[in-house]
């Protein structure tokens, strides 16, 4: 995403000053994927992902005139998919949102050739359920982090978190995943 910022700055000026419908569908090209994998970690399927990603993006045009006062587009992108998220579980009339029975696969689109894949299934299905047995706050944590690259400081926006809370989770995270996997090698 950092390659693209001045381009989503571009983006987001033009859809908010010029109705731009073609802006609107660059910033949807460009934050698909990473909300996609976001919005998967609330939900069970990928058409219920989609669903919210789609509202997010309504969202952004509704309130496009607004965008200009937004000093950072990603946290508030990933904001309203997580309040979209949380309201899709309200409809769902579910009282409380377990994220710890939520399983985050970090390593669903990595390519690699037959012989890496033979050698390293192993170490992805520990490393895997090493990060499935984080907390949920750790594991939303260390993705966000980890795998989208998103600084400090937007990840604990979008957590609703302090940034020494954070810091404090991927702490955590990295010395459990550490313990989990040391343990396996013994």
Known sequence: MEENRDNIIQWVCEMALSDS??????LYMAYFGPLMRFTGMYVSSP???EEIVSD???AI???????????????YIYMIARHKAISYYRKQHLDQVSLDEISVD??????????EE?????????LNQAIDSLPAKCKM?????????LKY????????????TLEAHLANAVRKLREALADDCR
């Open 141 to 149: 944590a260390f993705k966000l982090v980890r795998e989208d690259k």
């Open 21 to 26: 419908q073609t802006a609107l569908k660059s």
């Open 47 to 49: 058409a219920e992902a």
């Open 56 to 58: 997010t993006f309504l």
């Open 61 to 75: 045009w509704n309130n496009r005139k607004q965008l200009p006062g937004i000093s950072n587009f990603d946290s």
């Open 118 to 126: 033979l050698i390293s299934q192993e170490e992805i299905r520990r």
């Open 153 to 164: 400081k937007e990840v604990a926006t979008i957590l609703n978190i302090s940034v020494k």
């Open 106 to 115: 970090l390593f669903t689109s990595t390519e690699t050739t037959p012989e």
